[in-house]
């Protein structure tokens, strides 16, 4: 499911090639508008079966390279249908010089005009075929004839989005952004809002294309997937690689997705399922940073990533995901995941960035007592018990003293101390307990809204307990296991 979209510098003449046509949509303006986020971009990736790595005509699956344009037409009306009824608005399918070039452009141009005619956004982007797969251009100059003719007949539409290079694992950043400035220079009447361009790799160095201030208004394509980080495992692990775009407002993800023929319930609480996290992670920090994005694939035959199947009609693999699809997407509420945490049994509380546990300092049973950490050594200060408040809220209680965790003062700033203290029922003391996946919790306290958290990610014995703004560290990250 590796994409690789080229581009290269096009400084040439244009030329005249097979299958060029005139441009017959309708004419619309070519405006470069910016934006205030890319949260419009709800789609779904539509492919070859080979992957999109193809060195003859890229036929989409559910067609048929026998199909002639009327049967291509109806069955790309029946795939469109499913695709708007799940929420997509947008479409992303590769182009190639053969598809382009040759004569299966006339049919292949009029799925793009039928996808813009619904009022569906589609994005345009060259793979390499299956003979090279180095993360280059195959040949400069077939990739500047088929540019050619894909501008001049869409450049009008602004609904057809250009994205000049996918996964560009190739190049390295000083030629990648040549093969840009190359690309922009030849098209230059092309809206820069219009125009996708890959970060370095396989699209994950966007940060590095959008420091470019020769890019400014493009929009920038990001992919990740769960191989591309093997340390990577809860929800909160996911949620790093959106946190971490230097530029969301122009961001837009193309490719993500984890298996959906399996039957794996992806709104259930998250477990020890890097898919599962994964997915949880990745959309939920795509909601909340209002980044569109594009699910791979949301139909490709025979691959068990694929969002839907196709036979004689569509039907959704696996409802739970496009649930989740749907959240990034920005539609629908998925519930916090709360921790399975029993009433009147004792729990070990241990940090995951230092391995040791929540303890009361000195086994004292005084008020104002400082929490700290400590290794396990089984002493009733390092044992607690939750109170159940409701939606996932919990007084945690030590057994030795008695007294409740508290932040101290009641205070909401960043850094503010933890310690116990009679129970008061105030918001203060009171806990929420975020499962994320892989036997870790977050722990947030319901007055300030920060995270339980070990000072300066300490991993001494003694290490001081806060709070602190929740970022996804190691240090924030608690087992809550039994005796």
Same mark, same amino acid.
């Given at each position: ?345 004792? $729990?070990? @509380? #241990?940090?995951? =960035?230092? !391995? &040791?546990? /929540?303890? +009361?300092? *000195?086994?004292? %049973? ?27 809220? $919990?007084? @945690? #209680?030590?057994? =030795?003293? !008695? &007294?409740? /965790?508290? +932040?101290? *003062?009641?205070? %909401? ?29 977050? @722990? #947030?306290?319901? =007055?300030?809204?920060?995270? /339980?958290? +070990?000072? *300066?990610?300490? %991993? ?24």
């Amino acid at each position: 499911m590796t994409i690789v979209i080229c581009c290269i510098l096009l400084l040439s003449c244009k030329k005249n090639v097979q299958g060029q046509q005139n441009n017959t949509d309708p004419p619309m303006a070519a405006t470069d508008t910016v934006t205030t986020s890319t949260i419009n971009f709800k789609g779904v990736n539509w492919a070859d079966p080979r992957d999109n790595f193809a060195d003859d005509w890229l036929v989409l699956s559910g067609l048929s390279v026998t199909d002639n344009e009327t049967a291509i037409l109806s069955k790309t009306d029946s795939i469109l249908s499913a695709f708007r009824e799940a929420g997509s608005n947008t479409v992303r399918i590769p182009v190639n010089p053969p598809t382009v070039l040759q004569s299966y452009w006339t049919r292949y141009a009029a799925i793009i005009s039928e996808i813009t005619a619904k009022k569906m956004k589609v994005i345009l982007g060259y793979w390499e075929g299956a003979s090279s797969k180095d993360g280059k251009v195959d040949d400069t100059a077939s990739f500047r004839m088929m540019w050619d003719v894909i501008v001049t007949k869409f450049k009008l539409n602004q609904n057809v989005y250009f994205e000049i290079m996918n996964e560009p694992h190739g190049y390295d950043s000083g030629d990648l952004k040549k093969l840009y400035t190359g690309w922009l220079a030849r098209y230059s009447d092309v809206p820069r809002r219009r125009i996708l361009l890959d970060g370095t790799g396989y699209a994950t160095g966007v940060n590095d294309i959008g420091a470019d201030n020769r890019f400014d208004s493009c929009l920038l394509s990001f992919h990740y997937y769960t191989w591309f980080n093997s340390g990577y495992q809860t929800t909160a692990d996911w949620e790093l690689p959106i946190k971490n775009l230097s530029y969301p407002k122009r961001t837009v993800m193309t490719e993500f997705g984890v298996p959906m023929t399996d039957g794996e319930a992806y709104t259930d609480a998250p477990r020890s399922d890097n898919s599962v996290t994964y997915l949880q992670g990745i959309t939920s920090q795509l909601h909340s940073s209002g980044i569109g994005c594009i699910y791979w694939p949301g139909l490709r035959t025979g691959d068990s990533y694929s969002m839907f199947t196709y036979d004689n009609g569509m039907k959704a693999n696996n409802e739970s995901g496009l649930t989740l699809l749907k959240h990034a997407w920005g539609m629908g509420h998925i519930d916090t995941f709360y921790a399975d945490i029993q009433e009147n049994t004792d $729990y070990k @509380i #241990i940090n995951r =960035n230092s !391995n &040791k546990s /929540l303890d +009361v300092n *000195g086994s004292s %049973t005084a008020d104002g007592a400082d929490i700290i950490q400590w290794d396990y050594w089984g002493g009733d200060n390092q044992q607690w018990a939750f109170k159940p408040l409701g939606n996932g809220y $919990y007084n @945690i #209680i030590n057994k =030795n003293s !008695n &007294k409740a /965790l508290e +932040v101290s *003062g009641s205070s %909401t700033d960043g850094s503010a101390a933890i310690v116990q203290e009679d129970g008061n029922g105030n918001a203060d003391q009171q806990w929420q307990i975020i499962n994320i996946g892989f036997g870790y919790n977050k @722990i #947030i306290n319901r =007055n300030s809204g920060l995270s /339980l958290d +070990v000072n *300066g990610r300490s %991993t001494s014995n003694g290490g001081n307990i806060i709070q602190w703004y929740w970022n996804n560290g190691f240090n924030q990250q608690w087992q809550i296991t039994t005796l």
